[in-house]
């Protein structure tokens, strides 16, 4: 059979946009005091790098997310992916369409697609139980 551990490492090798995924519990304070420029240095990066950002996970009420979220809501496209509150920049909402993905203003349950079905995956228990 071989080993298969540097197979499942791999999608781990591809270079991230941001090592800093996770921004809640104070990483985003950290990150603005940490990147030259502060947070403008920040959202520099953001632009230069990512094409699709998504904040589902942060709940904390912080002035710094709600800074962010208003830079985004100038900068990118608001909607959602499935169930994913995104920001995509106008060349990723060009790419999502051209792969059939469609980006709508309200949570859906399941990703819609251009072609007016649903991208779901039936094994994704989450998923299941949602729907």
Known sequence: MGDRSADAARPLARTNPDNYAFVGGGLADWRVKHVRGG??????????????????????????KQQLEHWLTAHYDRGFIGHW???????????????????????????????????????????????
Not at 45 to 57: E, G
């Open 85 to 131: 509150p995104v920001w995509v920049s106008r060349a990723a909402g060009a790419r999502t369409a051209a792969h059939f993905i469609r980006l709508t203003r309200k949570r859906q349950v399941w990703t819609l697609l251009t072609t007016g079905g649903t991208f779901r995956r039936t094994n994704c228990p989450r998923a299941l139980a949602a729907s």
């Open 39 to 64: 947070f403008a240095g920040w959202v520099r990066q953001i632009k230069a790098r990512a094409s699709i950002v998504v904040l589902d996970a942060w709940r904390e009420k912080l002035a710094i």
